[in-house]
């Protein structure tokens, strides 16, 4: 059981997946999830990083879908800056949203892999559906830590700079 919830490979974002080795063990396409491994967790923005890997996923000949137990009203959004297709309300870790993804992207099992945050709904729900699972550090808890010490050298040099009064 334990078995199901752990991740075929474990990388700190998506920008840290080997595409190229993806690819070369036949994955062609990605079951995304949204919160907290793609956007903020319930934000609708994308950074342009993100948006940079979408062009480059997709330009090596990838397919994505996103698969989110949120509604649709949150999704279609993101979604639609990317030109992905999604699914909402999944009910992850259901495999059978799993699967409707995949026919989405016209793959088969083999060729499709997962990349979520979560133990128990991405990871769960790939592994029992037969897919590759990639399992990402969730984004707010990168962002934590960047705002954490971003405080920090904020704190650091705020006492040397005054706020100019009366001038502009
Ligand atoms: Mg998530």
Redesign the pocket.
């Known amino acids: 059981m334990l078995k199901m919830i752990y991740p075929d490979i474990y990388v700190d974002s998506i920008h840290d997946i080997a595409l190229d080795e993806l690819k070369k063990s036949q994955i062609k396409g990605f079951i995304m999830?949204?919160?907290?491994?793609i956007t903020l967790w319930n934000s609708n923005e994308i950074s342009m990083q993100v948006e940079e890997w979408f062009k480059k996923i997709k330009s090596m000949g990838f397919k994505a879908c996103i698969l989110s137990n949120n509604g649709e009203k949150r999704i279609v959004k993101v979604a639609q800056q990317l030109d992905i297709p999604f699914i909402h309300r999944a009910a992850k870790p259901n495999p059978r949203s799993f699967l409707r993804a995949m026919h989405l992207m016209g793959l088969q099992r083999e060729e499709t892999a997962v990349i979520?945050?979560?133990l128990f709904?991405?990871m769960l729900g790939g592994n029992r559906a037969g897919f590759f699972t990639i399992l990402v550090v969730?984004l707010d808890r990168r962002e934590f830590i960047g705002t954490k010490i971003s405080r920090m050298m904020e704190k650091m040099v705020i006492h040397k700079i005054q706020p100019q009064k009366g001038k502009k």
């Open positions: 999830d949204l919160d907290n491994t979520g945050d979560q709904t991405d969730p």
